[in-house]
């Protein structure tokens, strides 16, 4: 089948190459040309403007905006729509927030386009393991694009089957790709995925701060371990509940620097942490936990807060303590 | 009445100076014989050592400890439980773990000893508005410290009263102290204060630090307010639902210092606030606000986490991510 | 000076009381007949629907609007920004989220009319104890309305002063009232006050739950006390840290129900605690304590949540544990 | 090799079966005669009480207890300390709180005795997986033991290395089982990782709450979603970042009951989670996410709580706010 890719970044750039190796044809765009020329020389057909690589597509056409959020997404599915004849289809793999694409996909009906929406997780290793897909749009028009997700997805592997899974159940979402509703249903699920991600995280964060600390000189001798944290995180692998990718990846970083001191600690966000509390404050669901691990990277990326100097004022206030040293 | 007091830093010696105001003899005793001397001037009977202090009280004797919590208190309430005769008693007024109280109230019974602890809040200011008290203890060695208690108490004052309170209801509570129940029952009392205190504080916190965030040049210019956090903290005062004590004293630090730049964040945290989560850890109660405040503060006074760093360790491997500058 | 008044529920009623009761005149409009009636025997002019009330001020006019906010607010703004003339006033007086304030503003500036947005603190005991307001606006047009203001907020009182308040600080705010900033800034203070209200009961609901379950009976009986909730909300109010009128009322409460048994525990959340949130985030503040006092209402107001299901669910697939009874 | 083993429960007798299923004999006594014959039918020799199960093991001895924490374990511990000779090893591997560790292994090393102390995870499916093991106890004697310890855990398997992970790192953490430190470390770092498992379930949790509610008919009908929960965990297996044993489980049991109607949500917790904040709290370790995933346990074997009641109590005493149906 063939794909237009907008964005030949990490993502994009690793997508047109999934896809040709598996018998696909891709026609790219970047406004870097540097990205153009190295997927023309992986045999990808490179356009020099969105309005060629328009014109290089067969119709129905389909266009992947694999672009940063915001408006670098926005103006070019906007200027997509000038170009693009009825019946096409833009496809937002990028990290959109999924009230922006129930928007998108009413205004281009009106013009007769298709908008699907894809959520991915697992990025950069996704020209080796596949990517996780969580896609929103219309039936028709995701059954059309299934060649591409097909091929996109990890596939069922070596993965354990879920004991009693219906026979009858969707089997793409064994094959790593679910459709899971109309348009912002992809990135809406992906949001999700996110927020728990960031739960995950800052749990394994506070376990291991006190595995950390309790090797501490500031504790007294008699109450000190010298825990191996890199062991720790190895055993735990191993049959363990707390067994994960995260747990992976923390065994890994663990392994060539245990004190971790390539990092500050600044923490980033993305989008779909914060998006992820104000859907829950919409529905009324209680997050506390997933409020509280975006509110830690908050944290993270300050040196101290107004709050706890209001705090210590305060503290002063009543009792005239003053700050430990 | 008769009292003798162990220990007179701000706290204790002021006891004694309202105690003395009051009409209230007492006999003081404090390793720095300066503060003794103080006292002495001010008309108490100073002692050299605590035997001396037990000899110059008469039966039934009542000693008032008021020394930090732990060894220092530990250490004297060991020592005069030797000097004192049966039928004496022992206050704690420091900041001791009720489970202490119970279990050295059980030890001094074997001995015809009583032993009561007395939780304060307010005490900078106690010379001044008198002094709350929870107390704990056997109801007629409360009863018979009645005089000194009600003396340190703030008294009914000006505070309107409780609509509906029913006429029969212990009047002690409305004169600022009430006997909570048996020895520990005080102290356990004034933890659960401080517990609230730290939620109340961190909720104030949170909350002035969004203020003062929203008139940051970081934001957006049309973004942008140019709240005056005084004048906010001073029109809460009135009438608002968070008008409170705590408000009083933020409007106090920022009538003066509204960058509160006095201030470096660092944050301590005393026992109370620790036993509180372990006394609802206890009970099974949830307490997800009380535990992020005491959190909230560890985390005041560090830098950056273990557990921070292992979240940006993460991102790097999932996703490549670097760290914000 | 002259008010126009729409909607004379508890909150606008009570505004043209206070208002009428201290020599300003007031037209009032209400859709129900019997509140215009009822206002009309008290010294207003009724109007029988908003063109009149309009007909009834003299330019340049200002109009209260005290409705629900949402679709009454704004649908009456609409209609009445239809009706009213260069230069007169729109006041929102209800709890309007500060964007939709920012945004009104700029369409009626087109039109040549000011808008003017007061959040209120304190509204059922308003009549008696004034109101608590935070107001965004114009300058000029604050300032015009300044005698309404004057009469409606508590006044100094005899609330002790904030030691070391600037001579030169706003008169206003110890009068209980202030000129936050540009339209949105009065609800903006006001959504913040409201967080911060929510945490500060969250605190004491955790506290008191502790004191509570400390007494009950499935704590073995050497681990129990019989600790009187509303003695010690009592005594809290005479010179502790947490004394405040949240505990005031705590106290009320518990002086004629000390089980709480009038109420099921379901509590319901207004708009502000959810935008706080959301204001947190915009500007990446941490407010886990906040949050978690939202998401604690969502919490009590159902019975079980999916997620506990799910805890349960994988507590059984990995270690075969049933629920407790 | 041989060992005893006391407590014949799902875990006890599933640990003598994978140790004789690999050649290591064994004595094995629980009060229950039938767990014993059972077991005698497999192959182990059975024992009718503690003192003929010591006369049945060749010195030194080792005996493995696996039964409840608390008193079942303390007693059988202090009985079998009166039976056996110097240089024997008891062998804690229950859910033991690491302090008893400590202070058992001080009193039994006055007697000769050796303690070693065995957290383990993925309890019920160990016969089949191997169990992974965190041990605490004198290098000398973890080392004696790991013919036991090499053949209960799950061994390298097919589970990916971990890249860089040094040469002459210890190898046993690759077959699933480590010597954490001196005796408690092992339950110290089993300890963590159920607190680390409390917060990756509430992330989950949390999050699955809020798909589910997206498909809730309390949302209007342009809002909602129909989000299969079931297609989504089996999606999120391959290839996502969340991905892990605990939603391997997710997805069985949403596989057969999506809406999870086999649950009340009435959540147990054990004592690893509680003293997991206990340590935090010990260390200064900042854990809002560990603690607020135990509390959401708490509150959900609650209907309703004291707490709740109390908010609803003060918003009527402010606003006169009645509470919802």
Redesign the interface.
Known sequence: MQLGIVGLG?MGGNIARRLMLNGHTTVVYDRDETSRTALANEGSTPAHDLASLVAGLEKPRAVWVMLPAGAPTEDTINELAGLLDADDVIIDGGNTFYKDDVRRSVALKDKGLHYVDVGT??????LE??????IGGETEVVTRLDPIFKTL????????R?????KD??P???????H???P??GH??KM???????????????????????N?DN?PAD?R????L???A????????????????????L???PQ?N???????DSGEG?W??????????????????????????Q???????????????????K???
């Open positions: 990490r997780s697992g990025g950069v290793w996704g393991r596949g990517y996780c897909m969580m997805a990890p596939g069922i592997g070596e993965i354990p879920t004991k009693d899974r219906a159940a969707d793409r979402a064994e094959h790593g790709y679910i899971a509703g109309p912002g249903a809406f699920v999700i995925h996110n927020g728990i991600e960031y739960g995950m995280m800052q749990a394994f964060a506070e376990g291991f701060d006190i595995l950390k600390t309790k501490s504790l109450q371990f010298d825990l191996n890199g062991d720790i190895e055993v735990w692998r191993r049959g363990s509940v707390v067994s994960s990718w995260l747990l992976d990846l923390t065994a890994d970083a392994a060539t620097d971790l390539a990092y500050s600690g600044s923490v980033a914060r992820t509390i104000e859907a829950a404050m919409e529905q009324a669901v209680p997050v506390p936990v997933l409020s509280t691990s975006l509110f830690a990277r908050f944290r993270s990326r040196q101290s807060t107004y709050g706890d100097k209001m705090l210590s004022a305060m503290r002063f206030g009543f009792g005239g303590h700050e430990p040293k």
